[in-house]
């Protein structure tokens, strides 16, 4: 099957026996240097290079898609090219994947890459060439009130994240706070530190705040016949577990040195009992008197204002004072008389 007679050729013409002869010679011939034509065809194609086969077939899909201008060569011509190209490609490759396994699986990656940008190029010319054709106005368009909506959307979305993240910050700080500035529940408020000399204490409960006290040399001592009330029994109220550790009789603190106003909390002595209270009626006080008893006494005491004197008065006192010129006038006889009548008076 498929063996054609000698003595005919292929239109069916009887052949002579001089052609039919030189047949049979070249056949014989391509019998013999089938293998020899083999290893040539296969050292061309080792001499291919891949990368600039490659290289010629994007340099045809620029030409064939590109969206600027048109392609300088017939669309035919390049696809004949690109034929080629492809035939040659794929012999290396087939050549390669029956000779060296490791070569062929790099050839075949690059080749994939290579489709992959073309098939990019084509789908971005498809789309240029697409846009081109559609008119402007056939584009439909949202209508106004849907464009509206999904604005007012947008922007409530982005408003309640902004809120979100604010409380969210406020609630981190608020907690942080909390940490660093709140003590532990039921534990006594931590001790003041000592400070080496001590102030004046504050103005008295019953001084107005309009007038100021008076100098820090002055002792300021409280209004008589007040009583200090004892908290301690208060402060026990508020706090429920300072009584339960007051009864059962846990360990004493030490009372502190405080150099600052006077504490009106009246600590447990080491023996545990509580100091004795002094209790008295309320009595009627001088305010007036009260009031005049912390002011210093330059203010309370009048005093002649007792200045050095100006210059200008100094410089007077030096200064003798001209009297004006008396005109002597001529004595009379009534005058002598005058004066002789004084004299004898003396004498009498």
Same mark, same amino acid.
């Given at each position: 099957?498929?063996? &054609?007679?000698?003595?005919?050729?292929?239109?069916?013409?009887?052949?002579?026996?001089?052609?039919?002869?030189?047949?049979?010679?070249?056949?014989?011939?391509?019998?013999?240097?089938?293998?020899?034509?083999?290893?040539?065809?296969?050292?061309?194609?080792?001499?291919?290079?891949?990368?600039?086969?490659?290289?010629?077939?994007?340099?045809?899909?620029?030409?064939?898609?590109?969206?600027?201008?048109?392609?300088?060569?017939?669309?035919?011509?390049?696809?004949?090219?690109?034929?080629?190209?492809?035939?040659?490609?794929?012999?290396?490759?087939?050549?390669?994947?029956?000779?060296?396994?490791?070569?062929?699986?790099?050839?075949?990656?690059?080749?994939?890459?290579?489709?992959?940008?073309?098939?990019?190029?084509?789908?971005?010319?498809?789309?240029?060439?697409?846009?081109?054709?559609?008119?402007?106005?056939?584009?439909?368009?949202?209508?106004?009130?849907?464009?509206?909506? &999904? &604005?007012?959307?947008?922007?409530?979305?982005?408003?309640?994240?902004?809120?979100?993240?604010?409380?969210?910050?406020?609630?981190?700080?608020?907690?942080?706070?909390?940490?660093?500035?709140?003590?532990?529940?039921?534990?006594?408020?931590?001790?003041?530190?000592?400070?080496?000399?001590?102030?004046?204490?504050?103005?008295?409960?019953?001084?107005?705040?309009?007038?100021?006290?008076?100098?820090?040399?002055?002792?300021?001592?409280?209004?008589?016949?007040?009583?200090?009330?004892?908290?301690?029994?208060?402060?026990?109220?508020?706090?429920?577990?300072?009584?339960?550790?007051?009864?059962?009789?846990?360990?004493?603190?030490?009372?502190?040195?405080?150099?600052?106003?006077?504490?009106?909390?009246?600590?447990?002595?080491?023996?545990?009992?509580?100091?004795?209270?002094?209790?008295?009626?309320?009595?009627?006080?001088?305010?007036?008197?009260?009031?005049?008893?912390?002011?210093?006494?330059?203010?309370?005491?009048?005093?002649?204002?007792?200045?050095?004197?100006?210059?200008?008065?100094?410089?007077?006192?030096?200064?003798?004072?001209?009297?004006?010129? &008396?005109?002597?006038?001529?004595?009379?006889?009534?005058?002598?008389?005058?004066?002789?009548?004084?004299?004898?008076?003396?004498?009498?």
């Amino acid at each position: 099957m498929g063996c &054609r007679p000698i003595n005919t050729t292929k239109s069916g013409e009887y052949m002579n026996t001089t052609n039919q002869a030189r047949k049979e010679a070249r056949k014989k011939e391509l019998k013999k240097t089938k293998k020899q034509r083999q290893l040539v065809r296969a050292a061309v194609l080792k001499g291919k290079d891949l990368a600039q086969i490659i290289e010629e077939m994007e340099k045809i899909d620029q030409m064939e898609y590109n969206v600027m201008q048109p392609p300088p060569l017939n669309e035919k011509v390049l696809k004949d090219k690109r034929k080629k190209l492809k035939e040659t490609l794929d012999r290396i490759l087939k050549m390669y994947a029956e000779d060296d396994q490791e070569m062929w699986a790099e050839l075949k990656k690059t080749v994939n890459q290579y489709e992959r940008r073309r098939i990019d190029l084509v789908s971005y010319f498809e789309a240029v060439r697409h846009a081109q054709q559609v008119q402007v106005d056939e584009i439909p368009l949202p209508s106004a009130a849907v464009v509206h909506k &999904r &604005r007012e959307i947008e922007r409530a979305e982005d408003l309640n994240a902004r809120l979100s993240l604010l409380e969210a910050k406020n609630e981190s700080n608020s907690k942080c706070n909390n940490k660093h500035t709140m003590p532990p529940m039921g534990l006594p408020p931590p001790p003041l530190p000592r400070i080496g000399l001590r102030l004046p204490p504050g103005p008295p409960p019953g001084m107005p705040r309009m007038l100021r006290p008076g100098p820090p040399s002055m002792p300021r001592m409280p209004p008589p016949q007040m009583q200090m009330p004892n908290l301690s029994n208060m402060t026990n109220i508020g706090n429920p577990q300072m009584q339960t550790q007051s009864a059962t009789g846990s360990q004493p603190k030490t009372p502190n040195v405080l150099s600052a106003a006077p504490q009106l909390i009246n600590r447990k002595d080491k023996d545990g009992k509580s100091t004795t209270t002094i209790e008295a009626k309320p009595q009627i006080r001088n305010l007036a008197a009260d009031v005049t008893r912390f002011l210093p006494i330059s203010h309370r005491v009048k005093r002649d204002d007792k200045r050095k004197p100006s210059i200008l008065s100094r410089l007077s006192e030096r200064i003798p004072e001209t009297q004006p010129m &008396r005109t002597t006038q001529p004595k009379t006889k009534d005058d002598a008389y005058m004066q002789f009548m004084q004299e004898m008076e003396g004498l009498l």
